[in-house]
């Protein structure tokens, strides 16, 4: 039998499903950053207009789900599969959405690496011809991931300097066989993480917790498809922030395969600038979920970026694991996106 | 395109993957019911040996998967995705699982239908030849659970006629294209679940808020593959209980597609006896899971089985949800699995 999978982890798709269509709704400060034009919504009310700051994050991952739909031209009844999740406890946000959709829902819980993950799954969905069309999608509000991870919002706790800011928004992506309209990029190929665990406890650094999990899947990636760092436009990491981005760095050098200064972002560093003060950077699944639907999409529908690796990256622990004195384990799902307008 | 989608939900395997071997581990009570001589192991004790109940829920998870793998005749080297789940917020058994194993892991959330959406997708990877082998599994622990949903065990609240007994067990099925030995079962179509609400608000009823969602997805099966209750020898639900149970074969009376009393059943209702005093029956997504690969593995091996949906139910809600006064909604995914002795 002729498997799909090249080395031991990573799968190429031919069919190279299309990302027809996303969208990304953020909150205020996420609007107020680098990347602020190119989203599809800013609410300048955390609440977005609803009774609860959970009830505002359902209502933003529905509403980026809708505008992604409509913006691949096409009608909810078409998709057969939402792929999604979200940092709440049984994801309540995408279970939520998924039930004022009525489309077959697969839920996932990837912690912030939630949008690669969906991806993955969505595209072998499609490369499988089990659908013709998914959408994936992964969200984070802060003021809900605040309290339920950290401290409630009323204490108004200091942060350390490792600390990340978790993202408000919502991404979602269409993804279809058949897309209606030129793609806006191709999936060809996922490699799908293990959990690493080099024992990080500490809750306020999570870029640290993560990297490794993510230096575990590049280096996958590279050996199975006998590539390096050179063979990509862009290598895009979720949400490690600045010391996980350079601990990610590190690592790569120790295992011989560096990651140029000019390759390598981190959808965490490129949310925020430095004036809005989030310390070590944005974090969240709604951090690389945005990033990936409002600024890369376009950047490789555009041609700019002809081939991209995008991996978000999740810390898997929760609160009864941190205080039974667990450590921190993560995960990276990678996904390697190419332009339509890329020459084979 | 020759998409393998037959009707609105269902879609065909033609490589029908094999389930080649299932493993079940569970706790006293369950060792004390009717299918107390068909499960892997029994422990006597609810901390498995382990310092904290959550770490007994997540042994008995590895101990079921690595068992199942034994029994595939397999090593966890071969095994190319873990796809698993399990009701605890940040689903950690399996993620703590996932990292001793080092297996690829597509972490799920699914509330109890985990055991039947982790199948669906294990089998759609297979079927789509992006893998191999993969393994399945889901979880839960009657002392896990109900400190996290309802109340501290050591409050010893009353239970309500309606409350179901979240059942201790961990339940893992290899699925393979290329079994080392006979198979037990074979997977030949999935039928991927709808969120459906009909506005149950009850935390301890859970029965009636997964029952509508289970008719939902029965009925769209029903209707893709024009086949009634008679095609089967069984309908198996996951953790519906009394409640859910007799609620479900209203709504199939309502729609003109009875299940006929001896054609279904529920794994909640079979777990246990009625002199155990677990009043609506089982739940959890352990539920599902065990009596699947204790119980129905083996009678589709035999042949006294030839041909079953299994359907497993979840509840979507969290604390948080129930306490802004949402009400539950319910989903569930159905499999069909053939014995290797059903002729075609």
Redesign the interface.
Known sequence: ?????IGQ?T?ALPLRPALCAGAAYVGKKEGEGPLGESFDFVTQDELYGQ??F??AEKQLYLDAIRKAIEKAGMKESEI??LLG?DL?????TA??S??EL??????????CSTMS?SLS?GA??L??????QVVCAASSHFCTAER?YRFPLEFGNQRTPTAQWTVTGAGATVLS??PRKPPMARLSQVC??????LGVTDANNMGAAMAPAAADTLLSLFDDTHTTPADYDLIVTGDLGQVGHDLLMQLMREQRMPLPQDKYRDCGLMIYDDAQDTHAGGSGCGCSATVLNAHLLPRLESGELERIIFMSTGA??????SQ?G?SI?G?AHAVVLESPKRKE
């Open positions: 039998m002729a498997l799909k999978r982890q799968i009774q609860s959970e009830q057969q599969f999740g709440l406890n049984q994801i309540i279970s939520f998924a039930r009525g489309i077959p829902f697969i839920g996932l819980y990837g912690a993950e799954l072998m969905l490369d499988g011809e089990h659908a013709s339920q066989l058949s799908m993480g293990r959990v690493v665990d898997l622990m929760s609160l009864t694991s039974q667990e384990p995960i």
